[in-house]
C-alpha cells in the first residue's frame, strides 16, 4: 500500500481471481492499468473477484506479493467480493422494483438447444422466460424445484457502442444476461459494476477478452443511474500458436519464472518493452515508466510470446 497522496480524483484499479498465480498476461495488464491510474493522478486500488469460488486466501496474498515485487504499489484497503453481497442485493432490488428484472428456469443446456434470433451470437439467451404469463411461469418454477430460478435483466436494448481508449470503437450485442444465477451467486457484470462505482473507479482497463462484456455493463450502469468510467482494453498475450498463454506454454508465471532464476525485475523489463515502453536490455523500474506512458500509443495487437525463448538472454 503507499503512503497518503496528492490525487485529483478518481480511481484505477486491478480486480484478479485468486485462483492462481499471476501468468505474464495478468501481470501485463496490471502494469499497464497502475501506469494509466498513476500517469493520470489517480488512485490504484485492488480488488479480489472471488464469487465464483471459495476464497483463497493463500493465492490473493500471493498475487498482491507478486504485483508488489513489480513495484505495482496500491491505494487503501484491498475489497473482497465475497464480503460484498449486501450491496449486489440492493442494487438487484432497484432493478426489481423497475420491472427489469425476471425469473428465468433455462439451463444452459435448454439455451443452445432453442432458436435464437437470426443473428444473435451462439449462447445468447432467447428470451424464453421473459414474457411467462403466471401459470406458464408456476409450472415452469415447480418444473425445476427444489432448484431456484436465475435471475436475468429484462434488458431494453439489443446491442451497445463504446469507445475503448487502447482498441478504438467497440460494439457487442446484449442478451438478457444473469444477475443471479440459481444458486445465489452474483454475476459478474452486476457486481464489477457495483464495486467500481462504490470505489469511485472511473478509469477500467483490463485484458482485451472483457471488451464484449463492457456494453452490458454500461447498460447496467446507467439503469442503476451510476457514473461512467472509461474503458481501456488490453490486447492479449497468446502463444506462437495463437493460443492464450497456458501452463503448458513454459514458464508464465513469476513462480515459474523465479525457480529458473529470472527476477521481477527481468520481467518487470520484457514486460515493458512489449508495450513499447522500454529499449531492449534497458533497466527500469514500473515508476520510471509512468511519464513515458499513454493509453494511445500502446500496441493494439496481441504480444505473441514463446516463454521458452523469452528470457534466454536475461537468465
Same mark, same amino acid.
Given at each position: 500500500?503507499?503512503?497518503?497522496?496528492?490525487?485529483?480524483?478518481?480511481?484505477?484499479? @486491478?480486480?484478479?481471481?485468486p485462483?492462481?498465480?499471476?501468468?505474464?498476461?495478468n501481470?501485463?495488464?496490471?502494469?499497464?492499468?497502475?501506469?494509466?491510474?498513476?500517469?493520470?493522478?489517480?488512485?490504484?486500488?485492488?480488488?479480489?473477484?472471488?464469487?465464483?469460488?471459495?476464497?483463497?486466501?493463500?493465492?490473493? /496474498?500471493?498475487?498482491?506479493?507478486?504485483?508488489?515485487? =513489480?513495484?505495482?504499489?496500491? %491505494?487503501g484497503?484491498?475489497?473482497?467480493?465475497?464480503? &460484498?453481497?449486501a450491496?449486489?442485493?440492493?442494487?438487484?432490488?432497484?432493478?426489481?422494483? /423497475?420491472?427489469?428484472?425476471?425469473?428465468?428456469v433455462c439451463?444452459?443446456?435448454?439455451?443452445?438447444?432453442?432458436?435464437?434470433?437470426?443473428?444473435?451470437?451462439p449462447?445468447a439467451?432467447?428470451?424464453?422466460?421473459?414474457?411467462?404469463?403466471?401459470?406458464? *411461469?408456476?409450472?415452469?418454477?415447480?418444473?425445476?424445484?427444489p432448484?431456484q430460478?436465475?435471475?436475468?435483466?429484462?434488458?431494453?436494448?439489443?446491442?451497445?457502442?463504446?469507445?475503448?481508449?487502447?482498441l478504438?470503437?467497440?460494439?457487442?450485442?446484449?442478451?438478457?444476461?444473469?444477475? &443471479?444465477?440459481?444458486?445465489?451467486?452474483?454475476? @459478474?457484470?452486476?457486481?464489477?459494476?457495483?464495486?467500481?462505482?462504490?470505489?469511485?473507479? %472511473?478509469?477500467?482497463?483490463?485484458?482485451?477478452?472483457?471488451?464484449?462484456?463492457?456494453?452490458?455493463?454500461?447498460?447496467?450502469?446507467?439503469?442503476l443511474? =451510476?457514473?461512467?468510467?472509461?474503458?481501456?482494453?488490453?490486447? =492479449?498475450?497468446?502463444?506462437?500458436?495463437?493460443?492464450?498463454?497456458?501452463?503448458r506454454?513454459?514458464?508464465?508465471?513469476?513462480?515459474?519464472?523465479?525457480?529458473?532464476?529470472?527476477t521481477?525485475?527481468?520481467? =518487470?523489463?520484457?514486460?515493458?518493452?512489449s508495450?513499447?515502453?522500454?529499449?531492449p536490455?534497458?533497466?527500469?523500474?514500473?515508476?520510471?515508466?509512468?511519464? &513515458?506512458?499513454?493509453?494511445q500509443?500502446?500496441?493494439?495487437?496481441?504480444?505473441?510470446?514463446?516463454?521458452?525463448?523469452l528470457? *534466454?538472454?536475461?537468465?
Amino acid at each position: 500500500m503507499t503512503a497518503a497522496a496528492n490525487f485529483t480524483g478518481g480511481a484505477g484499479r @486491478y480486480a484478479p481471481s485468486p485462483s492462481g498465480n499471476l501468468h505474464l498476461g495478468n501481470l501485463r495488464t496490471a502494469l499497464v492499468a497502475w501506469l494509466a491510474a498513476r500517469s493520470t493522478g489517480r488512485r490504484f486500488v485492488l480488488r479480489v473477484d472471488d464469487l465464483d469460488r471459495a476464497r483463497d486466501a493463500g493465492y490473493a /496474498a500471493a498475487q498482491l506479493q507478486q504485483l508488489a515485487s =513489480l513495484g505495482l504499489t496500491h %491505494d487503501g484497503e484491498i475489497v473482497y467480493q465475497s464480503d &460484498r453481497t449486501a450491496h449486489y442485493a440492493a442494487a438487484l432490488a432497484e432493478l426489481t422494483a /423497475a420491472n427489469l428484472t425476471y425469473e428465468c428456469v433455462c439451463s444452459r443446456k435448454d439455451i443452445l438447444a432453442a432458436p435464437t434470433a437470426p443473428h444473435a451470437p451462439p449462447g445468447a439467451y432467447p428470451g424464453t422466460c421473459r414474457n411467462l404469463d403466471p401459470a406458464q *411461469k408456476a409450472a415452469a418454477l415447480a418444473a425445476i424445484a427444489p432448484r431456484q430460478p436465475a435471475i436475468r435483466l429484462r434488458t431494453p436494448v439489443t446491442a451497445g457502442t463504446f469507445t475503448d481508449q487502447i482498441l478504438g470503437e467497440q460494439s457487442a450485442d446484449i442478451d438478457d444476461f444473469v444477475l &443471479r444465477r440459481g444458486d445465489g451467486t452474483y454475476a @459478474y457484470n452486476l457486481a464489477t459494476v457495483v464495486d467500481d462505482a462504490a470505489a469511485g473507479v %472511473d478509469q477500467i482497463v483490463r485484458g482485451a477478452d472483457l471488451a464484449s462484456s463492457t456494453p452490458r455493463q454500461i447498460l447496467l450502469g446507467q439503469l442503476l443511474g =451510476l457514473p461512467q468510467p472509461s474503458y481501456a482494453h488490453v490486447p =492479449l498475450v497468446l502463444n506462437p500458436a495463437g493460443a492464450r498463454l497456458a501452463k503448458r506454454d513454459g514458464a508464465v508465471t513469476l513462480v515459474d519464472l523465479a525457480a529458473q532464476g529470472i527476477t521481477p525485475e527481468q520481467v =518487470l523489463q520484457v514486460l515493458a518493452q512489449s508495450l513499447n515502453l522500454a529499449h531492449p536490455g534497458e533497466t527500469v523500474t514500473a515508476a520510471d515508466l509512468v511519464p &513515458r506512458f499513454s493509453l494511445q500509443q500502446l500496441p493494439q495487437q496481441a504480444w505473441v510470446v514463446d516463454p521458452p525463448a523469452l528470457f *534466454k538472454t536475461a537468465a
